[in-house]
Nanobody, 114 residues
Framework: QVQLVESGGGLVQPGGSLRLSCAAS????????MGWYRQAPGKQREFVAS???????NYADSVKGRFTISRDNAKNTVYLQMNSLKPEDTAVYYC????????WGQGTQVTVSS
């Protein structure tokens, strides 16, 4: 079992930055592939970024060059640094951990608006 708690969401102006954190507990964090997904109102949840246990990363085309995913295994935490934010990045952002099965956090709201 893995418990995931996201933090760091909020309201930011277009062009601004936020850093999301996801703290994991309950299992051996380092073996899990970690990811961030988001869901905007009226839309399906979509992939944003992922990082494997060996720290290989992958990004959705819509965030490449603006978002950076990273992990700190000593702190059992995965991060999502979001720069050059756009209104279309507005969504609830969810943390995911995957090893044999997936676990999800409760989500954190990110709103990009002037």
């Amino acid at each position: 079992q893995v418990q995931l708690v996201e933090s760091g969401g909020g309201l930011v102006q277009p062009g601004g930055s936020l850093r999301l954190s996801c703290a994991a507990s309950g299992s051996i964090f380092s073996i899990y592939a970690m990811g961030w997904y988001r869901q905007a109102p009226g839309k399906q949840r979509e992939f944003v970024a992922s990082i494997t246990s060996s720290s290989s990363t992958n990004y959705a085309d819509s965030v490449k060059g603006r978002f950076t995913i990273s992990r700190d295994n000593a702190k059992n935490t995965v991060y999502l640094q979001m720069n050059s934010l756009k209104p279309e990045d507005t969504a609830v952002y969810y943390c995911n951990a995957h090893h044999l099965r997936s676990y999800w956090g409760q989500g954190t709201q990110v709103t990009v608006s002037s």
